[in-house]
């Protein structure tokens, strides 16, 4: 407490440990996000709320595709946008039509990156999807959830199908989980 009055705001000695950053060892991290440019337009168009202004879509993917755009969150990340490009008064883009649309971009970087990382596990039989909002859901969303079309159990696909976000331009709706082939005997 005294060293905070007398301007003292810093540890006395420094950290012990590994220091990481948004759970990412340093030399784990990705200077470029798994964004294809084709996934990234699919869900500009499905979104809607953006006008089709090739140097505002550029800018929007680049932001997305960066390393740091996990680690910021799409409110930070759209903040940072609109400091540096002023997509307000170049574009007429509000800040929180951004936010929203990171958030579903955000949700797409993250699903992908679990399903790449749980291809490289051994004995993964496949994915599981489950519903984040039943009440919300809609038809075709249930019927991913609610499918059993190879035998693994209900809502699990193996690697080689595993079902896209049928609504482009919206977060994800499902809830992910690895299944292990010891747990389907």
């Known amino acids: 407490m005294w060293d905070w009055l007398r301007g003292k705001s810093g540890p006395t000695a420094p950290p012990r440990g590994v220091v990481v950053d948004a759970g990412i060892p340093n030399q784990e991290r990705v200077a470029e996000l798994p964004l294809p440019e084709a996934l990234f337009v699919l869900h500009y168009n499905g979104f809607a709320k953006l006008p089709e202004i090739a140097e505002l879509r550029q800018l929007l993917l680049n932001t997305a ?4 755009f996990l680690r910021d969150l799409p409110r930070v990340s759209a903040r940072r946008l609109e400091e540096s490009a002023a997509l307000q008064s170049r574009f007429g883009i509000e800040l929180e039509t951004v936010v929203q649309f990171f958030k579903v971009l955000h949700s797409e970087i993250t699903r992908r990156m679990y399903i790449d990382a749980a291809r490289k596990r051994e004995d993964v039989a496949g994915l599981q999807f489950t519903l984040r909002d039943p ?3 809609d038809a075709g969303v249930c019927a991913i959830a609610e499918a059993n079309p190879y035998d693994l159990g209900v809502g699990t696909y193996p690697f080689i199908h595993i079902p896209e976000n049928p609504h482009p331009g919206t977060e994800n709706p499902f809830i992910i989980r690895i299944v292990m082939k ?3 005997a």
């Open 65 to 68: 595709r960066n390393g740091d």
């Open 135 to 137: 009440a919300g859901a």
């Open 182 to 184: 010891k747990d389907l």
